[in-house]
Structure formats: structure tokens, C-alpha cells
């Protein structure tokens, strides 16, 4: 079953740091992009960050530039989102994504598979 | 940064119903578009692809159509599986930006 789980979710203090992680599974992780998009309370969809298969290549929103890295360890099927000194408006729900094209000739898609999501809440 | 825009942002329909759903992007996205379903408390599906590709699996009831900046998706009969809320998604260049989003609920 091909499926993505993310994971590391909770209340984190304005200014600390939290760790996400999504794991793939069913399928060949290192010939994906993984993308990771939030969606605030009550709000729509918000595009964070991209990772090439390799890991070579990121991208990411002006909103988490400076805070949020994105990167991966294909030995463990796991894509991360380091969230350095969050906000309170960084409280979302944190979903991860695969690109629907597999493999180095990929250019931006869109996502066919989405994980459950992960809920971050930024409070003191 | 592309700006998506959706109409209407709320649709209030009857199983059966044929439903249209607007996206319109701030540039020439060519067929660089897709289309999501996500219901309460679940995360988005793709519906569709390269603006007219229905995804893998999911109902011909849907279609979608449009290029360049004008797009649509349609529901040609809605079924109580469809009461959901809607988005349109621009992929042609970063950052990904999505409409925001149309809630479809029972008249």
C-alpha cells in the first residue's frame, strides 16, 4: 500500500524548534520529490517546500524561508521538516506529498499521495 | 508569485446536480493545473491533472477543462460522496500556490 506518515507533531513554544518527519512506504521513495504543505485552521492550502528525489535540489516559501529546512535520508524512506523558531501563525496542520512523476527528468507536478497530516501548534 | 482565484468560494447543490466550478490564475499557467477534493478533517485527493487528466481511480463524473489562465471542473451529477470543499493548484513554476478554495455543501 503506498502511503506517506507523517510524524513529530505537537505544542511547541514560539522560538523553540520541532522536527517533522514523513515516511514513505509501497513504493520506491528515492525516485521522488516530496513536497510539504500546510493548512491553518480553518484556512486553505499552503505550499511550504520541495525536495528533489536526491535531495540535490530544495525549494521553498517565502513564509519559512530562514526557518524551516527541508531534507531527506532515502537509507530510511524519511523526508524532514526542521522548524526553527516557529511563530504562532506556524500552527497548521503539516501535511507531506509526492510528486506524481517518478524519477530525475521530473520537473514540478502535482501531488498524487498525501499523508494523514501532522498538527503543530505554536503556543506559549 | 501566480494568485489563484476561485468562484464561488461557497456552492450550495442537490444530488444530481451538475456543478461548475471556476479557477482562474494571475498568469499564463498553460495546462500546469490541478484539482483537489479534501473533506473535514482528511487530507486533500488529486481529482486531476494537467488541467483535464482525471486521476487514477477517481469517478468520470468528473472532468475538467481550460488553458492558459481560465479553468473549470465539473461534477456532471453530484453524488452525497462529493459534499466536500474544492482546489485548484498551479504548478507551472514555484512557489505552488492553490485557489481558496470552493465549498460544495447540500442545498
Known amino acids: ?124 | 508569485d501566480i494568485q489563484m482565484t476561485q468562484s464561488p468560494s461557497t456552492l450550495s447543490a442537490s444530488v444530481g446536480d451538475r456543478v461548475t466550478i471556476a479557477c482562474r490564475a494571475s498568469q499564463d499557467i498553460s495546462s500546469w493545473l490541478a484539482w483537489y477534493q479534501q473533506k473535514p478533517g482528511k487530507a486533500p485527493k488529486l481529482l486531476m491533472y494537467k488541467a483535464s487528466t482525471l486521476e487514477s481511480g477517481v469517478p468520470s463524473r468528473f472532468s475538467g477543462s481550460g488553458s492558459g489562465t481560465e479553468f473549470t471542473l465539473t461534477i456532471s451529477s453530484l453524488q452525497p460522496d462529493d459534499f466536500a470543499t474544492y482546489y485548484c493548484q498551479q504548478y507551472n513554476s514555484y512557489p505552488v500556490t492553490f485557489g481558496p478554495g470552493t465549498k460544495v455543501d447540500i442545498k
Request: proline letters at 2%; aromatic letters at 10%; hydrophobic letters at 30%.
Open chain 1, 1 to 124: 500500500q503506498v502511503q506517506l506518515v507523517e510524524s513529530g507533531g505537537g505544542v511547541v513554544q514560539p522560538g523553540r524548534s520541532l522536527r517533522l518527519s514523513c515516511a514513505g512506504s509501497g513504493f520506491t521513495f528515492s525516485d521522488y520529490a516530496i513536497y510539504w504543505v500546510r493548512q491553518a485552521p480553518g484556512k486553505g492550502l499552503e505550499w511550504l517546500a520541495v525536495i528533489s528525489y536526491d535531495g540535490a535540489n530544495k525549494n521553498d516559501a517565502d513564509s519559512v524561508r530562514g526557518r524551516f529546512t527541508i531534507s531527506r535520508e532515502n537509507s530510511k524512506n524519511t523526508v524532514y521538516l526542521q522548524m526553527n523558531s516557529p511563530r504562532t501563525d506556524d500552527t497548521a496542520v503539516y501535511y507531506c506529498a509526492r510528486d506524481r512523476c517518478s524519477g530525475g527528468h521530473c520537473q514540478l507536478n502535482s501531488f498524487d499521495i498525501w499523508g494523514q497530516g501532522t498538527v503543530v501548534t505554536v503556543s506559549s
